[in-house]
């Protein structure tokens, strides 16, 4: 069987040795020694100043919407996992969808003017596959209409452009630790401020919003890193460059294997240093798309549609009436992430490509 993708787990030798840590000072969770560790050496190896570590990348999210205390309408996109449509209905705020760019899959800026109103109090946009969405043009028009902007970066570590790390756009960017995604502490996230004040608020209401002993200073929740979690990201880290380099060889191999056949892949933006976390492709039809599906669930590899459904399609989202966005319904029914995993061999890859070659013949 060959999966979309695969958890990479550290030696267990490694972890034990952080868990022995663990048992030795009795420290689970609160503040504890590991997740101090984990959050300076990912400040290090992210390049962040202000990072904080929460229990999920969708806690991440929600704490985002709470700090910047977003109300109203949020502009977000449709193409993108459903963590990042379900936070804004679960605080309370409604997503306006605006529709992408086929080229990058991430939210489109030119028609995000029109859909702004007097309501709009936010941009909620997601780095599809860790390609960065237009920063730039999502920046300008934020300022001149005085929106938030936060980035669901789920999909983004390590990404940098024109050497400047993606998640350092925005207001805030959120990351997921999930232990499907590129590094990961089995669940955990990160939020990363541009200011200083909104790294302490969300450090505050990730704990209850209670400081000192007596000290209960708002409503907060708790979406707090335990040691158990932080130990498997202190194992993971060192290791991530080598993971990241193992993925880019893979994905070399499937352009050198695909070749000029008539599937499309996310363009490549200049200056951009690339993760590798996912390998997606268009195919030119919905129906050509579930052939090459079924062909290789035949054969026991199971690519993922990822993302499908477009978000702005979800059933219980009707009632806000259909705002339709044909460029992610389209994208949505055509597409497909192939396997992407650190032992995914070369014999593996040639079976992968050649069914796929073969269906579209
Ligand atoms: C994984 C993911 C999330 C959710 O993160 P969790 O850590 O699983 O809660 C949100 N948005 C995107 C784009 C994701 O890929």
Not at 111 to 122: D, G, P, Q, W
């Amino acid at each position: 069987m060959i999966p979309v993708t695969k958890t990479y787990l550290p030696d267990i030798k490694e972890y034990i040795k952080r868990v022995e840590e663990i048992w030795k000072s009795g420290w689970l969770t609160n503040q504890g020694h590991l997740e101090f560790e984990l959050t300076e050496s990912l400040s290090k190896y992210l390049n962040v100043k202000n990072i904080q570590l929460v229990s999920n990348g969708t806690l991440a999210l929600q704490l985002a919407i709470k700090a910047l205390n977003l109300t109203g309408e949020i502009i977000t996109t449709p193409y993108s996992y459903i963590a990042t449509a379900n936070v804004i209905v679960w605080e309370g705020c409604v997503p306006r969808f605006v529709d992408i760019d086929e080229r990058t899959f991430c939210i489109d800026p030119d028609l995000i003017e029109a859909a702004i109103n007097e309501n709009t109090s936010a941009i909620l946009a997601t780095h599809v596959y860790g390609y960065p969405c237009d920063v730039k043009k999502i920046d300008t028009i934020a300022r001149n209409h005085n929106l938030k902007v936060i980035y669901d970066a789920a999909h983004c570590f390590g990404v940098t452009l024109d050497g400047k790390p993606i998640i350092e756009y925005g207001d805030i960017s959120c990351l997921s630790f999930h232990a499907t995604k590129l590094f990961h502490t089995a669940e955990g996230g990160g939020i990363v401020c541009r200011d200083p004040e909104t790294s302490s608020k969300i450090n505050l209401l990730k704990r209850f919003g209670h400081y000192g002993e007596d000290d209960y200073q708002e409503v907060g929740i708790n979406a707090k890193l335990s040691e158990l979690h932080a130990a498997m990201g202190l194992c993971m880290l060192p290791l991530i460059d080598q993971i990241i380099e193992r993925r880019r060889k893979i994905i070399e191999l499937y352009d050198e294997k695909l070749g000029s056949s008539i599937i499309q892949r996310p363009k490549l933006v200049p200056g951009l240093k690339y993760n590798y976390h996912y390998y997606p492709v268009l195919f030119s039809t919905h129906d050509q798309m579930m052939m090459v599906r079924t062909a290789l669930i035949e054969k026991d590899i199971f690519p993922r549609r990822y993302f499908y459904p477009s978000l702005n399609t979800l059933p219980y989202l009707q009632h806000l009436g259909y705002q339709p966005c044909p460029v992610s319904e389209s994208a949505a029914s055509r597409v497909l992430c192939l396997p992407l995993y650190f032992d995914l061999d070369e014999d593996m890859i040639n079976a992968i490509t050649q069914i796929i070659l073969n269906t579209l013949d």
